[in-house]
């Protein structure tokens, strides 16, 4: 079983839809959860950072996270084609390394 | 220019050849990152260093080594590729104790015939 699971997608959205994008995890030991944010061939780059139970606001995203259910949630309001990218979650443990999602692709249509 | 440098870009070689994937970074940060990018399977971790005397073997570091010749400079090596090693990999950086943000380089594409 892996780490995290995410749903690969591809998920495909008409402009202003509301997204959203999730994650699960098996081991409760995970503190730390991320979610990247990686345009076509270029690097992850961190789009949101929590380390408690409950949301997180910034702009038009959101971050969820449900300890007692071991899964994360990311949601994007008012969705726009620049959002056209592919989200992959992170989780971290008191351990210094990262796990990663699998990543979902998501695609704006205008 | 970029924080996280990643030399070559692209890359197509043959089974049993010798390969370098060079990472230099200007974000003057201790801890340095190779990962591997595969489709279904994510970001998976291969080799880190917390500091220029310190290498860690991550989740898949068999037919990989790695060396930190500075702090600013991380290479991975493939001994003698083999085309299962085909992917996409990144270089990352992270300034912070424990699970923090990682800077990512654009990545390096390899091929292996």
């Known amino acids: 079983q892996k780490e995290v699971e995410q749903d690969p997608g591809p998920l495909s959205v008409p402009e202003g839809a509301i997204v959203s994008l999730n994650c699960t995890y098996s081991?409760?030991?995970?503190?730390?959860f991320m979610w990247y944010r990686q345009y076509s061939r270029k690097g992850p780059e961190l789009l949101m950072y929590t380390y408690s139970s409950g949301n997180k606001e910034d702009g038009r995203f959101t971050a969820q996270v449900d300890k007692s259910s071991k899964y994360i949630s990311l949601f994007i309001r008012d969705s726009q084609p620049s959002d056209s990218a592919t989200y992959l979650c992170a989780l971290g443990s008191g351990a210094n390394n990262l796990f990663f999602g699998t990543g979902t692709r998501l695609t704006v249509i205008p | 220019d970029a924080d996280v440098t990643q030399t070559p870009r692209n890359r197509i070689t043959k089974t049993g050849k010798r390969i370098m994937l060079e990472c230099s970074q200007t974000k003057g940060h201790d801890r340095m990152y190779w990962y591997r990018q595969d489709p279904g399977l994510g970001l998976q971790l291969i080799y880190y260093?917390?500091?220029?005397?310190?290498?860690n073997k991550g989740e898949i570091s068999d037919g990989y080594s790695v060396s930190r010749q500075a702090q600013a400079k991380f290479s991975l090596s493939l001994e003698s590729a083999i085309p299962n090693q085909t992917a996409l990999y990144f270089c990352?950086?992270?300034?912070?104790?424990?699970?923090?943000?990682?800077?990512f380089g654009e990545g390096s594409r390899l091929t292996v015939l």
């Open positions: 260093s917390f500091d220029v005397k310190d290498i």
């Open positions: 990352a950086t992270s300034g912070t104790v424990g699970p923090g943000e990682l800077f």
């Open positions: 081991n409760s030991a995970f503190q730390y």
